[in-house]
């Protein structure tokens, strides 16, 4: 899988995701009101208007982003509807073409972890009936638990030829309370990043592994260490933009081959025409405004992360 | 939410926990012949002869047990309609008068965290019409991200009176990976259990706090030592039976009032008729196989563990 990603990475020129992370404050008013007026305030008209949010930046984004990263507890959030919004978002992303990272940060033990393996980017065998219930190309996975719970997405990603990203350390503030602690004078970060190349030795494809990591982009430094314990390992970078990355800080999560790093941004793009740079297109305009900013990061990216 | 649950285990003396943990192999094959037969060899299928099977499990158990632990994993494995079981069985075991405990063990960073905590304990707020998309009692929650992951959690736990369980110390073989790492000669459960007494304290509810821990019942050394770190923490205790461990092993988990913790079996409950000592009761009787396997486990830990 993670050369499908290379390869769309590189006919693109764009190492970037848009995070579909739909919130109710980012949904243009009359997109909620068509469907209040449809379904009530009901967790359906959530639903329907996340989707139809979804597929307008989807519209807007496709031929310029090689994947997209809709964070499921966004939808998780509205129950089942939402949930439906989620696997809608999903199927009409492969329609176009896009690499589809669930951002689903699962992680269990043994057969609790297998399920979630399957459930996302595996399938089910029902007497002989073959289904991929949520049938995402990557999903996002917690290390906590240790090998038993990645193993199982391990075995899934070579059966069916699909990735993971690992979280190693994440963006926010708080991140080092755990992941920064010294063990041996080495941060468990780092450790977990050992273990993250382990696993990642047993699902190669081609120059990277399946197995890959998330290194928030507000910790640049860390970035660059990681970057070297981890050459084969694609990094995924969340936290630019809004959170406070920026082109320049992403120097460090590239290796030499101008390849090992994809830089996510969600509300920075899905809710560009909130922000005044964009404020120009309006509500209605909501869609090119995500274009927009999509551009600009694209082409922040190429001229400050190399 | 934890003085409710404690009321519950004291007025049936019974600190256990029933795993609603469905797979296809623990299910009759009668149940799913019949559902096969509706609705063909089907996601659909499948949810209909798991949410059949844990109506059985929960009409034969609600009079010992306090609680259920369905994990939400093997649900999420067949997709959307596997989540409408699961949601079928906590509104199910609601109404049966059950604490249900969402074994989700989800865990992100500030609004993703929010929206995971909102969704499964919380409420969401449409235009003034108020829902509860999951409604469980309790959830898992992974300590990974830190502060920022478990605090909106905590929220929820205060606006809404609802309890969270923080993996600390799990029950399985490779949970020493990073669990166990020493930073300045204390391993780092030690640590997270440190921060989950403090966020704890931003929730007490009687003697013991809407927080609590949970600790695998194969570590009963560790379970000794985090039972006096956390002394206002009541202790889940995932690992009996199946994996591991015996009522003998978990008198380190209680305190001195008898208290402060929850015994979770699942496949050793849920599957009591595919094992030889209850066998006889063959495939139709797998409810009550399970009601006897409750009493037997209630039997074993009243015995051994205070």
């Given at each position: 899988?993670?050369s499908?990603?290379?390869?769309?990475?590189q006919?693109?020129?764009?190492?970037?995701?848009?995070?579909?992370?739909p919130?109710?404050?980012?949904?243009?008013?009359?997109?909620?009101d068509?469907?209040?007026?449809e379904?009530?305030?009901?967790?359906?008209?959530?639903a329907?208007a996340?989707?139809?949010?979804?597929?307008?930046?989807i519209d807007a984004?496709?031929?310029?982003?090689?994947?997209?990263k809709p964070?499921?507890?966004?939808y998780e959030?509205?129950?089942?509807?939402?949930l439906?919004?989620?696997?809608k978002?999903v199927?009409?992303?492969?329609e176009k073409?896009?690499?589809?990272?669930?951002?689903?940060k699962r992680?269990?033990?043994?057969?609790t972890?297998?399920?979630y393996?399957?459930?996302h980017i595996g399938?089910?065998?029902?007497?002989?009936?073959?289904?991929?219930p949520?049938?995402?190309?990557i999903?996002?996975v917690?290390?906590y638990?240790g090998?038993?719970?990645?193993?199982p997405f391990v075995?899934?990603?070579n059966?069916?030829d699909?990735?993971i990203f690992v979280?190693?350390?994440t963006?926010?503030?708080?991140?080092g309370e755990?992941?920064?602690k010294?063990s041996?004078?080495?941060?468990l970060?780092?450790?977990?990043?050992?273990?993250v190349v382990?696993?990642g030795n047993?699902?190669m494809?081609?120059?990277?592994?399946?197995?890959?990591a998330v290194v928030?982009?507000t910790?640049?430094e860390m970035?660059?260490?990681l970057?070297?314990?981890?050459?084969?390992t694609y990094?995924?970078?969340?936290?630019?933009?809004?959170?406070?990355?920026?082109?320049?800080d992403?120097?460090?999560?590239f290796n030499?081959?101008?390849?090992?790093a994809?830089?996510n941004?969600?509300?920075?793009?899905i809710?560009?025409?909130?922000?005044e740079?964009y404020?120009?297109?309006?509500?209605a305009?909501?869609a090119?405004?995500s274009?927009a900013a999509?551009?600009?990061m694209?082409?922040?990216i190429?001229?400050?992360?190399?």
């Amino acid at each position: 899988m993670i050369s499908k990603l290379i390869n769309s990475i590189q006919s693109k020129n764009a190492p970037i995701v848009v995070g579909l992370d739909p919130q109710l404050k980012f949904i243009p008013q009359y997109i909620l009101d068509k469907w209040y007026k449809e379904c009530g305030h009901s967790l359906d008209a959530v639903a329907e208007a996340f989707f139809e949010f979804n597929k307008g930046i989807i519209d807007a984004i496709y031929e310029l982003a090689p994947a997209v990263k809709p964070q499921i507890a966004m939808y998780e959030q509205y129950g089942i509807p939402g949930l439906i919004a989620y696997k809608k978002t999903v199927d009409y992303a492969h329609e176009k073409g896009l690499v589809v990272i669930g951002d689903i940060k699962r992680g269990d033990i043994g057969s609790t972890s297998e399920s979630y393996a399957i459930g996302h980017i595996g399938s089910v065998d029902i007497e002989g009936n073959v289904i991929k219930p949520f049938d995402v190309d990557i999903v996002t996975v917690n290390p906590y638990l240790g090998s038993d719970g990645v193993n199982p997405f391990v075995d899934v990603c070579n059966k069916e030829d699909k990735g993971i990203f690992v979280l190693v350390k994440t963006s926010n503030p708080s991140s080092g309370e755990f992941q920064d602690k010294l063990s041996e004078g080495r941060p468990l970060y780092e450790i977990v990043a050992e273990k993250v190349v382990e696993w990642g030795n047993a699902t190669m494809d081609g120059s990277y592994s399946n197995v890959g990591a998330v290194v928030g982009a507000t910790y640049p430094e860390m970035g660059a260490i990681l970057r070297k314990l981890m050459p084969k390992t694609y990094i995924l970078v969340p936290g630019y933009g809004a959170q406070g990355g920026s082109g320049k800080d992403l120097k460090a999560y590239f290796n030499e081959d101008g390849l090992g790093a994809i830089v996510n941004s969600s509300r920075g793009i899905i809710a560009a025409y909130k922000n005044e740079k964009y404020s120009s297109y309006g509500e209605a305009g909501f869609a090119d405004a995500s274009r927009a900013a999509t551009i600009d990061m694209i082409e922040d990216i190429r001229n400050n992360a190399f």
